[in-house]
């Protein structure tokens, strides 16, 4: 990978890092579903008038496979699942937390893969990578005298993190994958903006005095995260290889929890550093191209 491409992908963690902190700055504005729903909303409105801008496409050359349109429901509900659950957990709990349950995504879909898609066998490496990033998020949750703790937070931030990896899954095994990437995103911010603001009076106030640092958060959410954010990153999935590509994950929690300290002021004690490097290190493995012959 040239220079260029580590800049872009390193620039693009250390924006997903940042996220987790303006999530929970911006929830004390807004009710977090509340604040989920309008960022999906905005979001949308912000692809849909990109692909008019550039005349893109949303159908693939061939016509839209059979049944795409009810997987685009079930990826739609995934990412409504994740995003009540990460929201609220970042509510009740703190970044740090938060940010190394979340991020271990990458450990169950490579269970997932391991289990169901043929050719993606887990191998020694990536075995290695996962008992790191499980001993992380072990000791994160254990860890109850760590600032934020809080059982809610950790279960939510754990279903969070299970719906993202499902909603991976289903990209890889569905035939979600022959459609674009933007065509994948339309379905998930389309559905979530109207359940998330349909159920966000469920759970509590939608406003909470917003000022406008939370106006602001929810608009760099929507627009730099969701929107535009997540189009680089598949842009940049075009240019460099995938593993290459993925391997660069591992920077978000690191970038997350120094800026939950660096921002917030949350207080680390040495088993949240040790818990992180753990994860960091887990997905970096899980996510390293490995040529080795697999096993199990």
């Known amino acids: 990978m040239d220079a260029a491409g580590a800049l872009a992908l390193t620039g693009f963690a250390a924006l997903l890092g940042f996220n987790q902190v303006v999530i929970k700055i911006a929830n004390g504005g807004f009710g977090p579903v509340f604040q989920a729903g309008l960022r999906s909303l905005i979001a949308l409105a912000v692809i849909l008038i990109w692909v008019w801008l550039r005349r893109s496409r949303l159908r693939p050359e061939g016509g839209m496979p059979a049944g795409i349109h009810g997987w685009g429901i079930v990826v739609g509900l995934l990412f409504t699942g994740e995003f009540i659950c990460l ?7 703190s970044v740090s937390r ?12 490579a269970l997932a893969a391991h289990l169901w898609l043929p050719g993606e066998r ?9 008992v790191l990033a499980m001993g ?10 760590a600032s934020g703790a809080s059982v809610l937070g950790d279960v939510l931030a754990l279903i969070s993190t299970l719906c993202w990896a499902g909603l991976a899954f289903c990209v890889r095994a569905t035939p979600l994958s022959r459609v674009p990437a933007v065509t994948q ?4 911010l389309a559905v979530s903006a109207v359940l998330l603001l349909a159920l966000s009076p469920l759970f509590g106030p939608l406003l909470r005095a917003p000022e406008p640092i939370h106006i602001a958060g929810v608009l760099f959410q929507a627009i ?19 593993g290459s590509v993925a391997s ?3 920077l978000s929690p690191v970038l997350a929890v120094v800026m939950g300290w660096l921002i917030l002021g949350e207080r680390l ?15 970096f493995l899980i996510n390293r191209p490995d040529k080795r012959t697999t096993i199990g």
Do not use: C, H
Request: proline content about 1%; overall charge negative.
């Open 98 to 109: 938060v940010t190394i349950i979340f991020n271990s995504m990458p450990v169950w879909l």
């Open 224 to 242: 730099a995260i969701a929107s535009l954010g997540y189009l680089l990153w598949f842009w940049l999935f075009t240019i460099y290889k995938a």
């Open 122 to 130: 887990l191998s020694g490496l990536r075995v290695v990578g996962l």
């Open 248 to 250: 660069f994950s591992f």
């Open 136 to 145: 992380g998020v072990v000791l994160a949750v254990l860890d109850r005298d």
């Open 87 to 93: 929201f609220w957990a970042l509510d009740v709990s």
């Open 185 to 188: 995103l339309v379905y998930q």
């Open 269 to 283: 004690s040495y088993e949240v550093w040790l818990a992180l490097a753990l994860v960091a290190a887990g997905v």
